[in-house]
T-cell receptor, first 113, second 113 residues
Framework: AQSVTQLDSHVSVSEGTPVLLRCNYS??????LFWYVQHPNKGLQLLLK??????LVKGINGFEAEFKKSETSFHLTKPSAHMSDAAEYFC???????????FGKGTTLSVSS | NAGVTQTPKFQVLKTGQSMTLQCAQD?????MSWYRQDPGMGLRLIHY???????DQGEVPNGYNVSRSTTEDFPLRLLSAAPSQTSVYFC????????????FGQGTRLTVV
């Protein structure tokens, strides 16, 4: 069965420093992976997706993620954090049939000035 | 273009009451699904549909009922509300296929007392 594990429940950074949110996946097939962001009391917004094209995927707001099959990882990074990046981030994989999504438990990103 | 619309945004129910959470999308998406979000648990799949007249259970289906009579609408019914169903509920829709992104509604915050 497919699954995703977000390795940190909470990450704290200072404004202007790099962001790293870690995600490992488990899948018996070539996965489609996504990162979604949820700002407080809001819905979910797609940051980026990997669908077996380029392994380095660029998303919105300066975020990017690298798919590493050998490490079964799909970590999210950003070179310089902004206060507006404070939110909850979800690593997500589509089911093999593609009919629904499986979510990680989420990582809360805090950004201090 | 409204996207995915959920109603109501907030609801308080008494234990044992029933209600329907509404979800509508105007993107002609084949796939629709319902998730619940609880602190530290990420989003968990309740039910999903791959087209009008076709539904299936997800990870946490007990206590919930769905039907899909049209492509646009996918209501979620709570048959007899319990305090354990206090949660934030999200509806999502997407085109068919494993690589497509899902679009989410703004959520319904449900409290069962």
């Amino acid at each position: 069965a497919q699954s995703v594990t977000q390795l940190d429940s909470h990450v704290s950074v200072s404004e202007g420093t790099p962001v790293l949110l870690r995600c490992n996946y488990s899948s018996s097939y070539s996965p489609s992976l996504f990162w979604y962001v949820q700002h407080p009391n809001k819905g979910l917004q797609l940051l980026l997706k990997y669908t077996s094209a380029a392994t380095l995927v660029k998303g919105i707001n300066g975020f990017e993620a690298e798919f590493k099959k050998s490490e079964t990882s799909f970590h999210l990074t950003k070179p310089s954090a902004h206060m507006s990046d404070a939110a909850e981030y979800f690593c997500v994989v589509r089911t093999q049939a593609g009919t629904a999504l499986i979510f990680g438990k989420g990582t809360t990103l805090s950004v201090s000035s | 273009n409204a996207g995915v619309t959920q109603t109501p945004k907030f609801q308080v129910l008494k234990t044992g009451q029933s209600m329907t959470l509404q979800c509508a999308q105007d993107m002609n998406h084949e796939y629709m699904s319902w998730y619940r979000q609880d602190p530290g648990m990420g989003l968990r799949l309740i039910h999903y549909s791959v087209g009008a007249g076709i539904t299936d259970q997800g990870e946490v289906p007990n206590g919930y009922n769905v039907s899909r009579s049209t492509t646009e609408d996918f209501p979620l019914r709570l048959l007899s509300a319990a305090p354990s169903q206090t949660s934030v509920y999200f509806c999502a829709s997407s085109y068919s296929g494993r690589t497509t992104e899902a679009f989410f509604g703004q959520g319904t915050r449900l409290t069962v007392v």
